[in-house]
């Protein structure tokens, strides 16, 4: 389970990292990098249960980093979560 800077426990099914301006994935400890710390996922789906990305550059389209692409990569990811 998820553990908070503070140390406490958090009991979550799954995690979508909606990136910003920076993207900082330092503090996610599981192996789903590339070497140049990009992480490796198809349309935002990562190999780790539970673990999602909205708003990557390209995640899907040239859009996908912007408000207008990224209702569209959401809605995917969240028809992935109701299907698993």
Known sequence: MPALEDGRVMDVANVIWCTGFRQDFSWIDV????????PIHERG???EPGLYFVGLDFLYAFTSENVGGVG?????????IARA
Not at 72 to 80: G, K, L, V
């Open 31 to 38: 192996p789903i990098f590339m070497e140049d710390s990009e």
């Open 72 to 80: 569209r990569d959401a809605r995917h990811i969240a028809r992935h």
């Open 45 to 47: 789906v990562t190999s």
